[in-house]
């Protein structure tokens, strides 16, 4: 397994410890961690956004803040799909896309200070 595929091959999925996020383990040893509305509005499904355009339909005020998934599927080996809370269950979020969205210090190349 490449690099590459290592970085967008997930070994884990579920939420955390407390429940509040969706954490996907990967390959590569990295976490993401998730919270289910900023998931909820960045699905990439043509009623959330425009095909053509790629201008964004869905309105950040019809997402309700205790949104979260009642189920995961995988999508063969490439995606996750989310049925939500708020009956929305049409967006398919590939692995590279989930990876993406990560905003830990690493992923958003910010330095941590020294403990």
């Known amino acids: 397994m490449?690099?590459?595929d290592r970085?967008?091959?997930?070994?884990?999925?579920?939420?955390?410890?407390d429940g509040s996020a969706l954490?996907?383990?990967?390959a590569d040893g990295h976490v993401t961690?998730?919270?289910?509305?900023?998931?909820?509005l960045e699905c990439r499904c043509a009623a959330c956004v425009d095909e053509v355009s790629g201008r964004l339909l869905l309105q950040e005020?019809?997402?309700?803040?205790?949104?979260h998934p009642l189920a995961i599927r995988w999508m063969g080996r490439y995606a996750l799909h989310f049925q939500w809370s708020d009956g929305h269950d049409t967006g398919i979020y590939p692995f590279e896309l989930l990876r993406a969205l990560c905003k830990c210090p690493e992923c958003l190349g910010v330095e941590e200070p020294d403990a």
């Open 7 to 17: 970085r967008t091959t997930p070994v884990e999925v579920g939420p955390t410890e």
């Open 61 to 67: 005020s019809a997402v309700p803040a205790d949104v």
């Open 2 to 4: 490449s690099a590459a």
């Open 23 to 26: 954490r996907i383990r990967w």
């Open 33 to 40: 961690e998730l919270e289910p509305r900023y998931l909820r």
